[in-house]
């Protein structure tokens, strides 16, 4: 998959595609449902995708709280495993925030990526101000010769999917909940970085991974399926995860450590994809490491449970 950042200096093989637009955070079943419109609406077209980075959300309003699923990195590995020709993943600026719905449609994408058809949501917003509707975006593809069609939300369970109803589930300890909208296990990736190396003198040695930017998924405990993506330790493992800020060893920044059941190895710098299957209890601060060692015990026990029942 080829990754494209700047709509106006263009390779010809990266013209003539058709995308699904839309911020595609999750890449869940909604978004899916909207890129295999974008597959079969120009069969014979690249497949594209076209998104920001920074999210829109987060360039108007850099101080709010974490609320992404999945990072840029994470984002475009997903879009690939979906078949993915190219990822236009254009750099949201002063420049194109400031841009009308109609200036976007032109110099974006007509004349800056050449598109040839484009599906959106039925609530997309686009242009300075948002002020730019689906419907417009159609009329602007009449003028401006590229195709537009308007996906419907997907609903399952009589609730509609969207990123918003994921972080909920998550938030509330519901990892199950939120794959059935995702389509797939809710995974945090990132690289392996330095501990205190508390659990390897507990003798249970975690990998550690940052959660910055992400939204939070309810602190606590989880059986996880973890995926090594390089290395030489490369492969498919399962586990058990603890999310949160350890509150037996004082304040501590959150971030997610993940001990691998029947692992020996090492795995710092190494990028890891930790699927979240089951929440097994909230964070805990125990009157001993004693008793925390054997509420671990308890844990993998039944993580493994958990994840052979899969």
């Known amino acids: 998959m080829r990754i494209v950042r700047d709509y106006q200096y263009l390779k010809p093989e990266d013209r003539g595609a058709s995308v699904a637009i839309g911020n595609f955070d999750g890449v869940h079943l909604g978004h899916q449902s909207v890129i295999d419109l974008a597959r079969s609406a120009a069969p014979d077209a690249p497949l594209g995708i076209l998104t920001f980075e920074p999210h829109p959300r987060e360039y108007f309003a850099p101080h709010s709280p974490p609320f992404r699923l999945m990072g840029r990195a994470a984002r475009a590995s997903r879009l690939e ?28 994408i007509a004349e800056g990526l050449g598109l040839r058809h484009v599906v959106v949501g039925g609530d997309f917003c686009f242009g300075k101000g948002r002020s730019g509707t689906a419907a417009d975006l159609a009329r602007f593809g009449q003028h401006y010769g590229f195709g537009v069609t308007m996906a419907p939300l997907l609903e399952r369970s009589d609730r509609t999917v969207s990123s918003t109803a994921i972080r909920t589930a998550l938030s509330q300890g519901r990892p199950r909940e939120a794959a059935a909208m995702l389509g797939h296990w809710h995974r945090i990736e990132g690289r392996v970085i330095g501990g205190e190396q508390r659990g390897r003198e507990l003798g249970y040695p975690t990998a550690n991974m940052s959660i910055d930017g992400l939204h939070p998924p309810a602190f606590g405990v989880y059986a996880v399926l973890v995926r090594v993506m390089d290395g030489p330790h490369k492969g498919e493992y399962h586990g058990a995860a603890s999310m949160g800020v350890r509150p037996m060893f004082g304040e501590n920044r959150p971030n997610l450590e993940t001990f691998i059941f029947d692992f020996s190895g090492d795995l710092y710098g190494a990028t890891l994809s930790v699927g979240l299957v089951e929440y097994l209890r909230a964070e805990e601060k125990f009157d001993s490491l004693e008793a925390l060692i054997a509420q671990m015990d308890a844990d993998c026990t039944r993580a493994r449970a958990v994840l052979d029942a899969l």
């Open 81 to 108: 495993r979906l078949g993915v020709d190219t990822l236009y993943e254009l750099n949201f600026n002063a420049a194109l925030a400031s841009l009308s719905p109609e200036e976007f449609a032109r110099r974006v």
